[in-house]
């Protein structure tokens, strides 16, 4: 059904650039950087260490403001938003996995799951938690803190706490990074399989050529730039 | 929601340290604050209402025109209780003999404070108790030998008649004057109209006495005022007003010294909560990342700080007023008659220096962590503990706020404010230099020494602040230390164990002999005999002294000067005396005098002015040579002229001397009395153990805030050795993972704090002794003396205090097997 709809465009940037100030002077990390994606797309930005990945999906989430450029998040203009109404469009799209997980160390695995929904003031949010919490296999550990947990339950801690909201849009920076490969593999898995479930954009950063080409497209960046811009790569 | 949130973060966080450490500052600010006001308050008012008993009321309006009804009416009207009094001298008559009396005239509601004690018989020590009736007369003992009369005799005053009923044994408001007076006698108000005394201009002084509650008697004396003629004053309790002054003083001392353990109790709050802070910078981010908003993260932060503020203000609150109450109850254990009055004073004072407290040193490093960004979750945590220029500020005027809140007067803040400052900055001067001037580590030699002195360096110059706070707090403990004991010491040198408590006025040169005997038989310690010979200042210079000078009601509250002078000659200065101008005599002096300052200055006499009184007739002549300064309040007999010895020699003189009488020998008194009728003994028993008492209090208070400096201390220590717990938490993982040992680490660790803990402590005892050396010139007039116990407690105290608690501190994470401790570094 959605195939017989033109795509809605979800994300839009238009000549992104991003400087930062340094001890010589100023430095671009971003050139021109500019893309749209579609709903319900996966996306995977690859590119060597360094070359811009993060910055850029934190331009792309609000989580920053461009030096020059737009970006537009459903609709919303996030270049020429507050911070907090920034915050406001994450709580209502957007959903996070960090390359290094990023719980809370003070709250439970179920508790850092239910953060963002009761942030968002959702009453139902730990029955969906426990759900969530079955769906990534670590049932038995909801009353675990950060630190009882190994890495790979961190980050599928992390990813329950990223479709708790129930995004239209997922990022993930390098979600299996950290993760040895079965782990990383089952952590992959689980992402597209929210993804199907709930028709997620999913816009994720890797260096893993096949999860990369898991995704429905690849944007290759070097040194702040995209090197085949909109073009789908096949890496066999 | 938020709500739910913030309660979890806040219960979880208990465990960290942080929270603790800025409750802890916290209460220790409120019940520092509430307990050491409501302390002293509770003191003054003791002091208050057992001076009112001094006046036998709690205001007495004093006049020389007969009562007026409408001020009466006034009083009447705020539900005052009034009481009437007059006082005049006259001659009292008896069948043999006559003698110049004080009488004072009151009605049956006298005294509404204090006690009225009259014994029908002719003896202070039995018989039965009697009460004011009109027809009476109740005179002191020594006037029964005087007049040559007993009980039941009659007696005449004026034109009228009355009956000896018996003799007073106390008058709560006898004016206490070593130099005695005329026999006291007690007659009833109403007798007065029928002795014809009360003429046009005769002497007599009206006496309104007053007693009710504080507001009603303040809103009377507003009302009052209008009414009041140059002819009404109020009588202040001047008897008191030296002690009062006095604890006013102390209360300041006391504040300003309890403030400065808040001051760093707060300094202690502001590094937890900064550190609280950048712990929290990344789950802030996070939060924010995930979509909370600004607001919403400060919610859940300022309410963190609220709760601490709320556990701290009331458990401060709490317990202050528990130990107010314990104080009460000792008060009325120890002193009897004692209404606590419940004041807002010290609770209005706790919550405004806690809110003050939390808002001007925590809300800052708070305030600065709901700002952070959300992009920050990508960023490295930065490591920083230097306070913020903001932070600084808001500090320094957070001390200042308190110094002000505290003393009252700008000038005292100011004073104060600017010799922190100065310290401060001296101490971060030292700092600076100490850490420039030491000498990097030799590499490849590894020795618990050598590690411990490189950790120090590196944290010496990240963090010279953590010198500067032990040394602050240090210093100030080691100051109070050495202070409370110099003070103690002073006010106990003023009032020694065994210090006269009765003195005999009057004495004649045949009775010195028979009082000689009675010390001896008795076994009492006698004090030397102060001759006085009473003479009329009539000449300065070759100038007539116009009489109003010396006239009485200018003088006579305070010194018993009348229109004679109390002359005496010595040759050698009393103790509480000390020379401004010119010289004590001699032994050559010829023809000399020595002035009282006040005197001289009222009168307009300076060195070298030739003076002649007139004593007996005859005409005396000297020189002053000397001006004193007399210290009133020494519970001696204190004299304004003092008299070179050549020229009194040859005048008959009566004598003044004192006793100690243990209070189970009181009946001693009365044996003399009876022996030497015409001795006047007056007992200061009630000054000398009010003064202790206040003695004793304010040292119990000083102690009290020696705690409370010590403790501050530590917490500034437990706080500043916690801010840099992850930093070490680090580095021991890196040097576990290398390969020292737990033996190597521990001492490595020891060493340094110690070291660190040494050096403060130097510091603070440079600038203690400093500061002592001043006080003790300025304060206490002591001569130049160092203290040198001040030089191995200081860098003793400051090594064992911070070495232990730094180990107390630590002492678990190097128990922490290394693989757990580089598990819980790398996972963050
Ligand atoms: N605040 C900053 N200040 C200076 N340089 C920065 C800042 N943020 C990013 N950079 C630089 O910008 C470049 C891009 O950083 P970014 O984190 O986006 O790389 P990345 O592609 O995510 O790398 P990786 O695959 O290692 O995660 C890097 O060279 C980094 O050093
Ligand atoms: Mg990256």
Same mark, same amino acid.
């Given at each position: 059904?959605?195939?017989?709809?033109?795509?809605?465009?979800?994300?839009?940037?238009?000549?992104?650039?991003?400087?930062?100030?340094?001890?010589?002077?100023?430095?671009?990390? =971003?050139?021109?950087?500019? =893309?749209?994606?579609?709903?319900?797309?996966?996306?995977?930005?690859?590119?060597?260490?360094?070359?811009?990945?993060?910055?850029?999906?934190?331009?792309?989430?609000?989580?920053?403001?461009?030096?020059?450029?737009?970006?537009?998040?459903?609709?919303?203009?996030?270049?020429?938003?507050?911070?907090?109404?920034?915050?406001?469009?994450?709580?209502?799209?957007?959903?996070?996995?960090?390359?290094?997980?990023?719980?809370?160390?003070?709250?439970?695995?179920?508790?850092?799951?239910? !953060?963002?929904?009761?942030?968002?003031? #959702?009453?139902?949010? &730990? $029955?969906?938690?426990?759900?969530?919490?079955?769906?990534?296999? !670590?049932?038995?550990?909801? #009353?675990?803190?950060?630190? $009882?947990?190994?890495?790979?339950?961190?980050?599928?801690?992390?990813?329950? &706490?990223?479709?708790?909201? $129930?995004?239209?849009?997922?990022?993930?920076?390098?979600?299996?990074?950290?993760?040895?490969?079965?782990?990383?593999?089952?952590?992959?898995?689980?992402?597209?399989? =929210?993804?199907?479930? $709930?028709?997620?954009?999913?816009?994720?950063?890797?260096?893993?050529?096949?999860?990369?080409?898991?995704?429905?497209?690849?944007?290759?960046?070097?040194?702040?730039?995209?090197? #085949?811009?909109?073009?789908?790569?096949?890496?066999? | 929601?938020?709500?739910?949130?913030?309660?979890?973060?806040?219960?979880?966080?208990?465990?960290?340290?942080?929270?603790?450490?800025?409750?802890?500052?916290?209460?220790?600010?409120?019940?520092?604050?509430?307990?050491?006001?409501?302390?002293?308050?509770?003191?003054?008012?003791?002091?208050?209402?057992?001076?009112?008993?001094?006046?036998?009321?709690?205001?007495?309006?004093?006049?020389?025109?007969?009562?007026?009804?409408?001020?009466?009416?006034?009083?009447?009207?705020?539900?005052?209780?009034?009481?009437? +009094? %007059?006082?005049?001298?006259?001659?009292?008559?008896?069948?043999?003999?006559?003698?110049?009396?004080?009488?004072?005239?009151?009605?049956?509601?006298?005294?509404?404070?204090?006690?009225?004690?009259?014994?029908?018989?002719?003896?202070?020590?039995?018989?039965?108790?009697?009460?004011?009736?009109?027809?009476?007369?109740?005179?002191?003992?020594?006037?029964?030998?005087?007049?040559?009369?007993?009980?039941?005799?009659?007696?005449?005053?004026?034109?009228?008649?009355?009956?000896?009923?018996?003799?007073?044994?106390?008058?709560?408001?006898?004016?206490?004057?070593?130099?005695?007076?005329?026999?006291?006698?007690?007659?009833?108000?109403?007798?007065?109209?029928?002795?014809?005394?009360?003429?046009?201009?005769?002497?007599?002084?009206?006496?309104?006495?007053?007693?009710?509650?504080?507001?009603?008697?303040?809103?009377?004396?507003?009302?009052?005022?209008?009414?009041?003629?140059?002819?009404?004053?109020?009588?202040?309790?001047?008897? +008191?007003?030296?002690?009062?002054?006095?604890?006013?003083?102390?209360?300041?001392?006391?504040?300003?010294?309890?403030?400065?353990?808040?001051?760093?109790?707060?300094?202690?709050?502001?590094?937890?909560?900064?550190? *609280?802070?950048?712990?929290?910078?990344?789950?802030? /981010?996070?939060?924010?990342?995930?979509?909370?908003?600004?607001?919403?993260?400060?919610?859940?932060?300022?309410?963190?700080?609220?709760?601490?503020?709320?556990?701290?203000?009331?458990?401060?609150?709490?317990?202050?007023?528990?130990?107010?109450?314990?104080?009460?109850?000792?008060?009325?254990?120890?002193?009897?008659?004692?209404?606590?009055?419940?004041?807002? @004073?010290?609770?209005?004072?706790?919550?405004?220096?806690?809110?003050?407290?939390?808002?001007?040193?925590?809300?800052?490093?708070?305030?600065?962590?709901?700002?952070?960004?959300?992009?920050?979750?990508?960023?490295?945590?930065?490591?920083?503990?230097?306070?913020?220029?903001?932070?600084?500020?808001?500090?320094?005027?957070?001390?200042?706020?308190?110094?002000?809140?505290?003393?009252?007067?700008?000038?005292?803040?100011?004073?104060?404010?600017?010799?922190?400052?100065?310290?401060?900055?001296?101490?971060?001067?030292?700092?600076?230099?100490?850490?420039?001037?030491?000498?990097?580590?030799?590499?490849?030699?590894?020795?618990?020494?050598?590690?411990?002195?490189?950790?120090?360096?590196?944290?010496?110059? /990240?963090?010279?602040?953590?010198?500067?706070?032990?040394?602050?707090?240090?210093?100030?403990?080691?100051?109070?230390?050495?202070?409370? /004991?110099?003070?103690?010491?002073?006010?106990?040198?003023?009032?020694?164990?065994?210090?006269?408590?009765?003195?005999?006025?009057?004495?004649?040169?045949?009775?010195?002999?028979?009082?000689?005997?009675?010390?001896?038989?008795?076994?009492?310690?006698?004090?030397?005999?102060?001759?006085?010979?009473?003479?009329?200042?009539?000449?300065?210079?070759?100038?007539? %002294?116009?009489?109003?000078?010396?006239?009485?009601?200018?003088?006579?509250?305070?010194?018993?000067?009348? @229109?004679?002078?109390?002359?005496?000659?010595?040759?050698?200065?009393?103790?509480?005396?000390?020379?401004?101008?010119?010289?004590?005599?001699?032994?050559?002096?010829?023809?000399?005098?020595?002035?009282?300052?006040?005197?001289?200055?009222?009168?307009?006499?300076?060195?070298?002015?030739?003076?002649?009184?007139?004593?007996?007739?005859?005409?005396?002549?000297?020189?002053?040579?000397?001006?004193?300064?007399?210290?009133?309040?020494?519970?001696?007999?204190?004299?304004? %002229?003092?008299?070179?010895?050549?020229?009194?020699?040859?005048?008959?003189?009566?004598?003044?001397?004192?006793?100690?009488?243990?209070?189970?020998?009181?009946?001693?008194?009365?044996?003399?009395? @009876?022996?030497?009728?015409?001795?006047?003994?007056?007992?200061?028993?009630?000054?000398?153990?009010?003064?202790?008492?206040?003695?004793?209090?304010?040292?119990?208070?000083?102690?009290?805030?020696?705690?409370?400096?010590?403790?501050?201390?530590?917490?500034?220590?437990?706080?500043?050795?916690?801010?840099?717990?992850?930093?070490?938490?680090?580095?021991?993982?890196?040097?576990?993972?290398?390969?020292?040992? *737990?033996?190597?680490?521990?001492?490595?660790?020891?060493?340094?704090?110690?070291?660190?803990?040494?050096?403060?402590?130097?510091?603070?005892?440079?600038?203690?002794?400093?500061?002592?050396?001043?006080?003790?010139?300025?304060?206490?007039?002591?001569?130049?003396?160092?203290?040198?116990?001040?030089?191995? %407690?200081?860098?003793?105290?400051?090594?064992?205090?911070?070495?232990?608690?730094?180990?107390?501190?630590?002492?678990?994470?190097?128990?922490?097997?290394?693989?757990?401790?580089?598990?819980?570094?790398?996972?963050?």
């Amino acid at each position: 059904m959605r195939m017989t709809k033109l795509p809605e465009i979800h994300i839009k940037a238009v000549n992104l650039a991003k400087r930062v100030n340094v001890s010589e002077g100023s430095l671009t990390i =971003l050139h021109d950087i500019s =893309l749209t994606i579609n709903q319900g797309e996966t996306v995977a930005i690859v590119g060597a260490s360094g070359s811009g990945k993060s910055t850029l999906l934190s331009l792309l989430a609000g989580l920053d403001v461009p030096s020059a450029g737009e970006v537009f998040l459903t609709g919303q203009p996030l270049h020429s938003l507050s911070e907090d109404d920034r915050a406001g469009i994450r709580a209502a799209h957007v959903g996070f996995v960090f390359q290094s997980f990023l719980l809370l160390p003070s709250l439970t695995a179920i508790e850092n799951i239910t !953060l963002p929904a009761e942030l968002a003031g #959702d009453k139902q949010a &730990r $029955q969906r938690a426990l759900t969530l919490l079955k769906q990534v296999g !670590l049932q038995d550990r909801a #009353d675990f803190y950060p630190a $009882q947990l190994s890495g790979g339950e961190q980050q599928r801690v992390a990813i329950a &706490r990223a479709f708790i909201t $129930q995004p239209a849009i997922l990022f993930a920076d390098e979600p299996s990074a950290n993760l040895d490969a079965t782990t990383g593999q089952r952590i992959e898995d689980l992402l597209f399989e =929210l993804n199907q479930q $709930q028709g997620t954009t999913l816009v994720l950063v890797t260096h893993n050529a096949e999860l990369a080409a898991r995704c429905q497209r690849q944007l290759k960046m070097q040194a702040g730039r995209f090197v #085949d811009t909109e073009e789908p790569a096949h890496v066999g | 929601m938020w709500a739910s949130i913030a309660w979890r973060l806040f219960w979880r966080e208990l465990k960290r340290g942080e929270l603790w450490v800025i409750a802890f500052a916290l209460f220790l600010a409120v019940f520092s604050v509430v307990s050491l006001s409501g302390i002293t308050q509770t003191v003054r008012v003791a002091l208050e209402q057992r001076s009112a008993q001094f006046i036998a009321a709690d205001r007495v309006l004093g006049s020389s025109q007969p009562f007026n009804p409408e001020i009466i009416r006034l009083a009447q009207q705020q539900t005052l209780q009034v009481a009437q +009094q %007059m006082q005049f001298d006259s001659m009292l008559f008896s069948a043999q003999q006559m003698q110049l009396a004080t009488i004072k005239a009151v009605d049956t509601a006298y005294p509404l404070r204090g006690e009225l004690v009259l014994h029908q018989s002719d003896n202070v020590l039995s018989g039965e108790l009697g009460s004011l009736t009109p027809g009476q007369i109740w005179v002191e003992p020594r006037l029964l030998g005087l007049l040559e009369v007993s009980i039941g005799d009659d007696i005449e005053l004026g034109s009228s008649r009355l009956q000896v009923a018996g003799v007073i044994v106390n008058e709560p408001d006898a004016p206490l004057s070593v130099f005695g007076g005329s026999p006291r006698v007690i007659m009833h108000i109403a007798d007065v109209a029928a002795t014809g005394i009360v003429q046009p201009g005769s002497r007599i002084s009206y006496r309104y006495l007053f007693a009710g509650g504080n507001a009603e008697l303040d809103r009377f004396a507003t009302e009052v005022t209008p009414l009041m003629s140059v002819h009404e004053r109020w009588r202040n309790r001047d008897r +008191q007003t030296a002690v009062g002054g006095a604890l006013e003083r102390a209360e300041r001392f006391l504040l300003l010294a309890g403030l400065l353990g808040i001051v760093l109790a707060a300094c202690a709050a502001a590094v937890a909560a900064s550190r *609280y802070s950048q712990r929290h910078a990344q789950a802030v /981010a996070i939060i924010k990342a995930l979509g909370a908003t600004t607001a919403q993260v400060r919610r859940i932060y300022s309410s963190h700080l609220m709760l601490v503020v709320l556990f701290s203000l009331g458990l401060g609150l709490l317990l202050g007023q528990v130990t107010l109450l314990g104080v009460e109850s000792a008060i009325v254990l120890y002193v009897g008659d004692f209404r606590p009055e419940f004041s807002l @004073r010290p609770i209005w004072l706790g919550s405004l220096t806690c809110i003050l407290c939390a808002l001007l040193f925590a809300a800052r490093p708070l305030w600065q962590l709901t700002i952070t960004p959300a992009i920050q979750v990508l960023k490295q945590p930065v490591q920083q503990l230097a306070f913020d220029r903001w932070q600084f500020i808001t500090g320094a005027v957070a001390v200042f706020g308190l110094m002000w809140l505290f003393s009252g007067e700008w000038l005292i803040s100011i004073g104060l404010f600017l010799v922190c400052g100065v310290f401060v900055g001296a101490l971060l001067g030292i700092a600076a230099l100490m850490v420039k001037a030491a000498k990097p580590v030799a590499a490849g030699q590894s020795s618990a020494g050598k590690l411990a002195l490189a950790n120090l360096r590196r944290r010496l110059w /990240a963090n010279s602040f953590q010198l500067i706070t032990f040394s602050l707090a240090l210093f100030l403990a080691l100051l109070l230390y050495f202070v409370r /004991a110099e003070l103690i010491g002073q006010w106990q040198q003023q009032i020694p164990e065994g210090a006269p408590n009765h003195f005999l006025v009057n004495v004649s040169e045949a009775q010195r002999s028979q009082l000689a005997d009675f010390a001896k038989a008795h076994q009492l310690q006698s004090e030397p005999f102060y001759p006085v010979v009473r003479g009329r200042l009539v000449q300065v210079n070759q100038e007539q %002294m116009r009489d109003e000078a010396t006239k009485e009601d200018r003088t006579e509250q305070r010194t018993g000067v009348g @229109r004679e002078l109390n002359l005496t000659w010595l040759s050698t200065l009393p103790t509480a005396n000390k020379i401004l101008s010119g010289n004590w005599f001699s032994t050559e002096s010829r023809g000399e005098v020595s002035v009282e300052q006040e005197l001289a200055e009222r009168l307009g006499l300076k060195l070298d002015d030739q003076v002649q009184f007139s004593i007996g007739g005859q005409m005396v002549s000297a020189k002053i040579s000397s001006i004193r300064q007399v210290d009133w309040n020494s519970l001696q007999p204190n004299f304004y %002229m003092i008299l070179s010895p050549d020229l009194l020699k040859d005048f008959p003189a009566s004598y003044i001397t004192a006793f100690y009488i243990e209070p189970d020998r009181y009946q001693l008194v009365n044996q003399l009395a @009876r022996l030497m009728p015409t001795v006047t003994v007056l007992s200061v028993e009630a000054i000398i153990k009010q003064v202790q008492d206040i003695i004793a209090q304010v040292t119990v208070a000083l102690s009290f805030i020696l705690l409370i400096i010590i403790l501050a201390s530590a917490l500034v220590l437990v706080a500043q050795v916690q801010a840099t717990l992850e930093q070490r938490e680090q580095e021991l993982a890196i040097l576990r993972t290398l390969g020292a040992r *737990y033996a190597f680490l521990r001492n490595a660790l020891i060493l340094e704090f110690t070291f660190l803990g040494a050096l403060a402590g130097l510091f603070a005892t440079v600038l203690a002794e400093v500061l002592l050396l001043t006080l003790q010139q300025r304060l206490f007039e002591l001569p130049f003396s160092f203290h040198y116990a001040l030089w191995w %407690m200081g860098p003793l105290s400051g090594a064992l205090l911070v070495s232990a608690l730094g180990w107390w501190q630590l002492r678990r994470l190097l128990q922490v097997p290394g693989a757990v401790l580089i598990r819980r570094v790398l996972q963050g």
